[in-house]
């Protein structure tokens, strides 16, 4: 999240690589995910926690809820303007 506030506070818009590199560790879903490997369902030994594959997924899942949550945001705040104009209108 200090990446994104510090874009906001300088006004910069970040690059694609700059965002999506930053999208997976401001998501914060590590906290939420990870513990629950240990604690829900099979043991999981020290060599999967541990594996490319395991930690290439959490970097997919915490990108693509990033990414989702961008977008959800973007429609509601543009949805919001976009209604508060109409009000003025009329």
Not at 3 to 15: D, F, H
Not at 36 to 48: C, I, N
Request: charged share 20%; proline share 4%; aromatic share 12%.
């Amino acid at each position: 999240m200090y990446k994104e506030a510090e874009w906001l506070r300088t006004k910069t818009v970040p690059t694609i690589d700059e965002y999506m590199e930053n999208a997976y560790v401001s998501f914060a879903l590590g906290p939420i995910v990870l513990p629950a490997l240990y604690l829900v369902g099979p043991k999981l030994s020290d060599e999967d926690a541990e594996s490319h594959e395991l930690n290439h997924l959490y970097k997919l899942m915490s990108t693509c809820g990033r990414v989702l949550n961008d977008i959800h945001s973007f429609k509601v705040r543009n949805t919001s303007l976009l209604l508060g104009y109409f009000q003025v209108l009329l």
